[in-house]
């Protein structure tokens, strides 16, 4: 039986090859698939190894008519910060769609997770936030602050930028990074005291914990502000206290499905805050035009981001294009 090679690529090569602008093109056209009903998009398994403080996340995409599938196994470890370990790693399995066989092995150790979710948040803000930003809060200050703020430039002018986290020492690394050259000149990068410090009066609030308790009061929103929740990928995880969507004039999810099942949409129709009804919108269907994304400065928008297995497939599929085109990575014989 005769099997084609395998494609192997290394971190370092998908690095290479996956840029920031290449990946939000890949995901937004990805969302939009989704929404047209040319994607397929299983649910979300997720497995805790608890006495490790350690999370799995599984999920899998297929755009339709597309040339693979693919399968992604994420995993977050929060105790490896004190081994001196990443606390995130993760890799890609891709497969052709035609006939099922393994294609490549994109070894990324959880670059694709973390580039695509930086994406999807900047195509919520793109489609979503104000045209105008001045100040925008970060809830959270780990690798996903980073990857938020970097591709959020992509589709926003800054010019300052909030940064909160629990730990001191933490939050002013992830500002001294923000703050070398790529942001702009004139964008402001600043530690914040508190949540509150952070949120008040910010045109975007980008939220990226693992909190499993609501950080974010509804009081603290400026009228306007658009909210993108990204941490809250799994049901015991939550950042937003219920009201603050009870008091949105719009909700978005990625996907209505997931986000009832996880993230804030599904805390916040659990207690009786909200109906599935008030979920005005999937992105998808803002990104496909089958739906209006913002249409004044004065409305206050939600945005439930879980993170869905097309982004996944999107992005591998944007990588492994690239690397046969310019013959990178090592093949394998099975």
């Given at each position: 039986?005769?099997?084609?090679?395998?494609?192997?690529?290394?971190?370092?090569?998908?690095?290479?090859?996956?840029?920031?602008?290449?990946?939000?093109?890949?995901?937004?056209?990805?969302?939009?698939?989704?929404?047209?009903g040319q994607a397929e998009l299983p649910a979300v398994i997720n497995l805790e190894v608890l006495e490790h403080r350690g999370e799995v996340h599984v999920k899998a995409g297929y755009l339709h008519n597309g040339p693979y599938y693919a399968v992604k196994i994420a995993s977050g470890f929060l105790d490896n910060a004190h081994l001196g370990l990443p606390t995130s790693d993760g890799m890609v399995l891709v497969f052709d769609a035609q006939t099922g066989a393994l294609a490549a092995l994109l070894l990324d150790h959880g670059?694709?997770?973390?580039?695509?979710?930086?994406?999807?948040?900047?195509?919520?803000?793109?489609?979503?936030?104000?045209?105008?930003?001045?100040?925008?809060?970060?809830?959270?200050?780990?690798?996903?602050?980073?990857?938020?703020?970097?591709?959020?430039?992509?589709?926003?002018?800054?010019?300052?930028?909030?940064?909160?986290?629990?730990?001191?020492?933490?939050?002013?690394?992830?500002?001294?990074?923000?703050?070398?050259?790529?942001?702009?000149?004139?964008?402001?990068?600043?530690?914040?005291?508190?949540?509150?410090?952070?949120?008040?009066?910010?045109?975007?609030?980008?939220?990226?914990?693992?909190?499993?308790?609501?950080?974010?009061?509804?009081?603290?929103?400026?009228?306007?502000?658009?909210?993108?929740?990204?941490?809250?990928?799994?049901?015991?995880?939550?950042?937003?206290?219920?009201?603050?969507?009870?008091?949105?004039?719009?909700?978005?999810?990625?996907?209505?499905?997931?986000?009832?099942?996880?993230?804030?949409?599904?805390?916040?129709?659990?207690?009786?805050?909200?109906?599935?009804?008030?979920?005005?919108?999937?992105?998808?269907?803002?990104?496909?035009?089958?739906?209006?994304?913002?249409?004044?400065?004065?409305?206050?928008?939600?945005?439930?981001?879980?993170?869905?297995?097309?982004?996944?497939?999107?992005?591998?599929?944007?990588?492994?294009?690239?690397?046969?085109?310019?013959?990178?990575?090592?093949?394998?014989?099975?």
């Amino acid at each position: 039986m005769n099997h084609r090679p395998v494609l192997i690529l290394k971190e370092a090569e998908i690095r290479s090859l996956l840029d920031p602008e290449g990946c939000l093109e890949a995901v937004e056209a990805a969302f939009s698939a989704y929404a047209r009903g040319q994607a397929e998009l299983p649910a979300v398994i997720n497995l805790e190894v608890l006495e490790h403080r350690g999370e799995v996340h599984v999920k899998a995409g297929y755009l339709h008519n597309g040339p693979y599938y693919a399968v992604k196994i994420a995993s977050g470890f929060l105790d490896n910060a004190h081994l001196g370990l990443p606390t995130s790693d993760g890799m890609v399995l891709v497969f052709d769609a035609q006939t099922g066989a393994l294609a490549a092995l994109l070894l990324d150790h959880g670059y694709i997770t973390d580039l695509r979710t930086g994406a999807a948040g900047a195509v919520a803000a793109k489609h979503l936030g104000r045209a105008a930003v001045e100040t925008v809060a970060v809830v959270g200050s780990g690798a996903q602050a980073r990857y938020q703020i970097r591709s959020l430039t992509l589709v926003r002018k800054l010019h300052e930028v909030r940064v909160w986290g629990r730990c001191e020492e933490k939050a002013a690394a992830c500002i001294q990074d923000l703050s070398r050259p790529g942001l702009g000149t004139d964008v402001r990068c600043v530690r914040a005291s508190s949540v509150r410090a952070a949120v008040e009066g910010a045109d975007i609030v980008i939220t990226v914990t693992a909190s499993r308790e609501p950080l974010v009061e509804a009081d603290w929103i400026a009228k306007g502000a658009l909210v993108i929740a990204v941490g809250s990928d799994g049901p015991d995880k939550q950042e937003l206290d219920v009201e603050v969507l009870a008091r949105a004039d719009r909700i978005v999810a990625d996907s209505l499905a997931q986000c009832l099942r996880l993230g804030e949409i599904h805390h916040a129709v659990e207690k009786g805050a909200i109906t599935s009804n008030q979920v005005t919108a999937e992105l998808g269907q803002i990104t496909a035009g089958l739906k209006p994304g913002r249409t004044s400065d004065n409305e206050t928008i939600i945005c439930d981001l879980t993170g869905v297995g097309v982004q996944d497939v999107a992005a591998a599929a944007f990588v492994l294009e690239r690397a046969l085109r310019h013959g990178t990575g090592e093949r394998l014989s099975l």
